[in-house]
């Protein structure tokens, strides 16, 4: 009996001291969030009350009516405590700036850790420090222009096999979910284009990779908006801590065995590698890199793992929502469909080109505002290590700044009715009216997104192909399907539709 109580009170006192860092910052951060405009906050729990346990589809509504009322009121931050941080959100892109331009404010914030284990030093976590530069100046001709026209035969290749999937449906008169088909083939488009490995997963739907995605960021959001999860006692007590290194151990696994064959068929004489860094894809730039030790083994891993997440997720989440709202917008689908045949012809089965995407101007502005109502990332959060002042109000060092294309895209002050799909928001005339990061799809800045012209060029020869094939017509109501407030947007019921077969 002795022996258990004093190994009782040990766990206790353990559990006691994990909390201490806590509690000092705790008091700090209330000190400046308490004078900072926000929705009313509880003294200890802040405002984790109304959306704790909730959802990730019951989320957004709540952050966009606390980010309305405190525009209604005159504010242009919004302060949300959960527990002992304070997590401040620009409500439009003249406060955003403060943050999005700093040169100097750019380490990631608090909830960005959990992904360390996974994409550590990649482009996507590193701090703003002389090692970001210099893999982003390594890793830039892999996105030069030059290049990109070089990935539309997968582009359109992988595209084709997503429409003859999805045909069985069309043919059958069947409802189909377009989020996971869509997904797979993102998946593989970024895999063969990037890594020039072939990973047919649009063929073999169970992959464990594309599982281990989804398990792994489901934590993550859990973890984001239960804090208690952050102690590490309480992440290893309730079981969290096991699924996460198994996840983690399958994502690694996974992306070493990529770099391992891509390896050895350079080595063996199998693939030649390109003479130009220019005509060089992803991973191969990267082992030229290696073999001139500006780049380790473990470098390479954190950036093909960055690329391969960031680049299948948020292409998916974009691509999916645009059917959706095609879906709701049978207008808009025509006017479409029509640009579309007007510059690559009547046949469907035609491949879609770099010259013939630039002409598509009304498909630019639908595509635009489809991100508008729904972000593919809806918020991202910087952690200050400086105080930093915005619109008046001191945050403090510590803090986090949570940079939200879903709040920032829902101001009524600057998108009138904004739930209103409406791709005229994007005339020339339009966006003039408005200041630059009122809409941020992609993070603009010093740390703005290095792929995503190869993410836009990606998204619309996968919707091309869709949208000349198939009318897409709605199985829900446009609101029973809701935005999840994950990493990436992911729809709460997916996006059933019916698919009726164009000719």
Request: one cysteine or more; charged letters at 25%.
């Amino acid at each position: 009996m002795t022996i258990f109580l004093s190994i009782l009170l040990g766990v206790i006192l353990i559990y006691l001291v994990s909390w201490i860092p806590t509690l000092l910052k705790f008091r700090r951060h209330w000190k400046y969030g308490n004078k900072m405009p926000g929705p009313p906050a509880h003294p200890i729990f802040g405002n984790l009350g109304p959306i704790v346990g909730l959802k990730t589809e019951e989320l957004p509504p709540i952050f966009i009516k606390w980010a309305a009322e405190q525009r209604d009121q005159g504010h242009s931050i919004m302060r949300v405590m959960l527990l002992g941080t304070v997590y401040v959100w620009p409500l439009n892109g003249k406060a955003a700036a403060a943050i999005v331009d700093s040169t100097t404010e750019t380490n990631k914030g608090d909830d960005y850790g959990f992904f360390n284990p996974w994409l550590g030093g990649g482009l996507l976590l590193e701090g703003y420090g002389e090692r970001w530069r210099s893999h982003r100046k390594m890793l830039t001709p892999a996105f030069h222009f030059a290049k990109l026209g070089g990935y539309f035969e997968v582009f359109n290749n992988e595209s084709k096999i997503l429409v003859d999937l999805l045909s069985d449906f069309s043919d059958s008169g069947k409802t189909v979910d377009l989020f996971p088909y869509i997904k797979r083939c993102a998946l593989d488009i970024i895999c063969e284009a990037a890594m020039g490995i072939k990973m047919d997963a649009q063929i073999n739907h169970d992959h464990k990779y594309v599982q281990a995605v989804e398990g792994f960021n489901k934590i993550g959001v859990l973890v984001s908006f239960n804090p208690h999860l952050k102690n590490p006692f309480v992440f290893w007590a309730t079981g969290y801590k096991a699924q996460y290194d198994d996840y983690l151990n399958t994502l690694k696994s996974y992306t070493e065995k990529v770099i391992k064959e891509r390896r050895e068929a350079h080595e063996s004489g199998e693939v030649e590698m390109e003479k130009s860094k220019r005509m060089m894809n992803f991973l191969d730039l990267m082992l030229s890199m290696e073999e001139a030790n500006e780049l380790t083994s473990e470098d390479i891993r954190q950036e093909v793992d960055t690329f391969m997440f960031a680049g299948h997720d948020t292409t998916t989440s974009s691509t999916s929502w645009t059917c959706w709202n095609l879906a709701h917008n049978p207008d808009v689908q025509e006017k479409v469909h029509n640009e579309l045949m007007d510059i690559f012809g009547n046949d469907p089965s035609t491949d879609i080109t770099l010259e013939g995407l630039s002409k598509l101007n009304y498909f630019d502005r639908v595509l635009k505002e489809s991100k508008r109502i729904v972000p593919p990332v809806p918020a991202l959060q910087r952690k200050l290590t400086n105080d930093l002042e915005i619109d008046g109000y001191t945050v403090p060092a510590g803090g986090n700044i949570t940079i939200s294309p879903m709040v920032l895209h829902s101001n009524h002050i600057v998108f009138k009715n904004p739930e209103k799909f409406d791709p005229d928001r994007f005339l020339p005339d339009e966006v003039a009216k408005r200041h630059p990061y009122d809409f941020m799809p992609f993070l603009a800045g010093p740390r703005n997104c290095i792929g995503q012209k190869f993410a836009q060029l990606n998204e619309k020869v996968m919707l091309s192909h869709i949208i000349r094939n198939f009318k897409i017509e709605p199985c829900l109501d446009y609101s029973e399907t809701k935005q999840c407030l994950e990493v990436v947007t992911k729809p709460s019921k997916g996006i059933p539709v019916r698919l009726i077969r164009r000719n």
